[in-house]
């Protein structure tokens, strides 16, 4: 465990090393939220947006999307890019565990996560005055599972993309996909049959709904199941295709 | 008879349908410096990543330090030190953090300050890996691969790429790893280098063991014998033909050129001083490693 504590703070250290990443992670999620802010407002619109206030329904969609962007993008181009280089080669022959190189990538991608997601609401209850949680436990479960899904689906991807390039291609286009058809974008309501089919089986719209739920009080549906089931199914994929070299 | 560190026996290895290895077999004894040559590509990674349990082993009979790499890779690991070709660290991380991570993989692992003054990384303890030299990253690399305090290293090609400078002190290097009693094993396909650090080594050429010995002992199989040059003016030196070791001698106007076996010098020396000859520019021309090894290896190519 000390070697995993001082394996992830090193992580860390390395990540805050990097101003451009540090800047994505941190400044996309705000960006986001003062454009759809702007435009939206929080005026409560029945037809759209689960019957909710646009912000109160869009700021646990960011804390979701802040998950899948860190799982999606920053994971994987850390993992494919060290074994592009020779570091996991580095790594492993030096008797480095397998569970403490994945471990402190997933705990440090948490970690800044959680940063980012903190300093979102921060800024997004400061201007546009959004509800607080309706359940404490309910968005930090939401927030867990949510991390922990899109971190494994990242450590796949990482795992199984040849180079850092092609794992931030693939990662962002991920991303992005889920962001429109996830329902980060534009509401579900307004979204064709294929497109609305299509989101619906991306993890992010589940991770999206077990937030909300959780933060608005609504009803939790069977989004906490396909989000355990995605997580279970890339861990397993995860440790099957990890790859040192 | 010193404990064997490593035995090796019949090793095979295949990627596809290309065969690494086909047939490599050695023993490395305890405290030497032993060599693994070749010219690229001839296998010498992909034998010591096999010993490593980096590589699936297809057959023959690995050891290392007691343990077999396919059962007991992880054993093998905590116990020995690795410069890999290929690797590198994170360029922000810092050589500090380096040392301090790997030193902790292992209880009992070196402190990290002690090796920074070791290795001569004292004033670049904060710098981070990607601003340093490419000796600089030699020399980390060797520190930290001797962090678990290790009773093998393997060092793979470590002074490729350096200028003629830095490998001198890489070589020191070498050394000083071995008089702190571990056991070296150097992959290079430098001549000169193996000659001058190596106690034994192998020549390995298209997966297979052509040599092996010590650098002297090859040198005397392999390289043609001795050769005595000198330059003499006037007069037929047919005798020399009769001098105890020499087998053969040519002339090219006043140069000659005996050939002979071990002690040829000093016999050609004497029967010339016998008869008044001294030349100024007597010499002994050894055969090098070098020579050995283009030899062997251009056999194997004909």
């Not at chain 1, 993992?79 to 492993?92: S, W």
């Not at chain 1, 931030?168 to 509401?187: D, N, S, Y």
């Not at chain 2, 040559?37 to 050891?63: C, F, H, W």
């Not at chain 2, 010098?265 to 010499?283: F, H, N, S, T, W």
């Amino acid at each position: 465990m000390r070697l995993l504590g001082k394996t992830s703070w090193l992580e860390l250290k390395l990540f805050l090393r990097e101003p451009l990443t540090v800047l994505f992670a941190l400044a996309l999620p705000l960006l986001v939220l003062f454009v759809m802010g702007g435009v939206f407002g929080n005026e409560v619109d029945a037809d759209y947006y689960r019957g909710i206030g646009a912000m109160d329904y869009y700021v646990p969609a960011y804390v979701a999307l802040v998950t899948a962007s860190v799982g999606l993008i920053s994971l994987p181009v850390h993992i494919a890019g060290n074994r592009e280089l020779g570091v996991l080669k580095r790594y492993h022959a030096s008797g480095m565990p397998t569970w403490i190189v994945v471990g402190s990538s997933v705990i440090t991608m948490f970690v800044i996560a959680l940063f980012s997601a903190t300093l979102l609401v921060v800024v997004a209850k400061l201007v546009h005055n959004i509800v607080w949680p309706a359940s404490s436990i309910g968005v930090a479960g939401a927030f867990v599972i949510s991390g922990l899904a899109f971190a494994a689906l990242g450590v796949l991807l990482g795992a199984v993309l040849p180079n850092a390039r092609a794992a931030q291609a693939l990662g962002v286009l991920l991303w992005f996909v889920m962001l429109i058809l996830g329902g980060a974008g534009p509401p579900p309501e307004v979204l064709t049959g294929v497109m609305d089919a299509i989101g619906a089986i991306t993890p992010l719209r589940h991770a999206i709904r077990a937030l909300q739920d959780g933060w608005l009080g609504l009803d939790a549906g069977l989004s906490w199941l396909v989000i355990a089931l995605v997580f279970t199914a890339a861990t397993a994929a995860a440790i099957r295709f990890f790859r040192w070299e | 008879m010193p404990a064997p560190v490593v035995t090796v026996a019949n090793l095979q290895k295949r990627y596809g349908s290309f065969t690494a290895v086909s047939d490599v077999s050695f023993r490395v004894d305890e405290g030497e410096i032993f060599g693994i040559l070749g010219p690229n590509g001839a296998g010498k990674t992909t034998t010591v990543e096999s010993l490593q349990g980096l590589r699936s082993i297809e057959g023959g009979e690995v050891s290392v330090l007691g343990f077999d790499p396919r059962t007991h890779a992880a054993e093998i690991r905590r116990r020995i030190g690795s410069q890999l070709q290929e690797s590198a660290l994170p360029d922000r991380m810092k050589v500090w953090e380096a040392l301090d991570l790997f030193g902790s993989l292992r209880a009992g692992g070196r402190e990290w300050r002690e090796l920074l003054g070791d290795w001569g990384l004292g004033q670049k303890s904060d710098a981070r890996f990607g601003s340093l030299s490419g000796g600089q990253q030699q020399r980390l690399f060797v520190a930290l691969a001797l962090a678990n305090d290790p009773q093998l290293v393997f060092l793979d090609e470590m002074t490729t790429g350096l200028d003629p400078a830095s490998r001198r002190v890489a070589w020191e290097l070498i050394r000083r790893i071995r008089e702190q009693g571990t056991t070296v094993v150097l992959v290079t396909h430098f001549m000169d280098e193996a000659e001058t650090l190596c106690d034994r080594l192998v020549v390995i050429d298209a997966g297979t063991v052509v040599a092996h010995g010590s650098p002297q002992g090859l040198i005397e199989r392999y390289g043609g014998g001795v050769r005595v040059r000198f330059s003499h003016r006037d007069g037929d030196l047919a005798w020399l033909w009769d001098v105890p070791h020499v087998t053969e001698v040519q002339r090219n106007r006043d140069r000659f050129e005996v050939r002979g076996d071990g002690p040829v010098l000093a016999y050609v020396a004497a029967a010339l001083v016998e008869r008044g000859i001294a030349p100024v520019d007597l010499r002994q021309e050894r055969a090098t490693l070098e020579d050995v090894f283009l030899s062997l290896t251009e056999e194997e190519s004909e």
